[in-house]
């Protein structure tokens, strides 16, 4: 089955730690996303990545870190300079070419900071 | 700047009793808004892309609308199971090389048998 994965689903961090969460994707997707998601707001972008060995910031990369070293993954390191980083972390794909737009979401990493 | 409005914030509803969600959005040029429901825990499980005013998409008991400035998702006798939360995003053309989506805050609905 193609999709995408996420793990851990859910992650519990002590503060002044760093931690990764793990994206793979086998729809053959060039473009790779990250969100946050927080109680009662809308999905906000951290970073982005359309090809291999690139990525940009999005609306609020600080106190994150990604890689893109194979099509098929994308991790995100949730670094301790992240001052409030509990909340849902989401990844999702989308395919190359015209016309094509739609992002296609992974089932989630909940990261609680205790 | 890009932005998105979902109204109501929580809806609730009888089973059968039909509705509409609201998207209010401004942006720079549409490029397509996009509908995804969400259940408590999960990922966004994509619905539909709207690309033009006037165009209109169906799934089952859910219809998508969209003119210039809003979209419409009417559901139709809805179940117990439509319960969920419901996001709307839209592309922007203009300065969006990397196809990002801009989201709502959501609507939360839930049907009651």
């Known amino acids: 089955d193609g999709g995408i994965t996420q793990s851990p689903k859910y992650l519990f961090r002590k503060e002044g730690q760093n931690v990764t969460l793990s994206c793979e994707q086998n729809?053959?997707?060039?473009?790779m996303y990250w969100y946050r998601q927080d109680p009662g707001q809308g999905l906000r972008l951290i970073y982005y990545?359309?090809?291999?060995?690139?990525?940009q910031k999005g609306d609020i990369a600080e106190g994150y870190s990604v890689s893109r070293e194979k099509k098929e993954s994308f991790p995100l390191t949730v670094t301790s300079a992240q001052k409030n980083p509990t909340a849902f972390y989401l990844c999702a794909s989308r395919a190359a070419g015209r016309g094509i737009n739609e992002q296609f979401f992974g089932p989630g990493t909940r990261l609680t900071v205790l | 700047e890009d932005q998105v409005t979902q109204s109501p914030e929580a809806l609730r509803l009888q089973e059968g009793e039909s509705s509409s969600l609201n998207c209010s959005y401004t942006v720079s040029g549409l490029r397509g808004l996009f509908w995804y429901r969400q259940d408590p825990g999960k990922g966004p499980e994509f619905l539909f892309t709207l690309y033009s005013a006037g165009e209109e998409k169906e799934k089952e008991r859910l219809k998508a609308t969209l003119t210039k400035k809003e979209s419409f998702l009417h559901i139709t006798a809805p179940k117990p199971e439509d319960s969920a939360t419901y996001l709307c995003a839209v592309q922007a053309q203009v300065d969006n090389a990397g196809n990002m989506l801009t989201f709502g805050g959501g609507t939360r609905l839930m049907v009651k048998p």
């Open positions: 729809l053959n997707h060039d473009a």
């Open positions: 990545s359309q090809i291999v060995n690139d990525f």
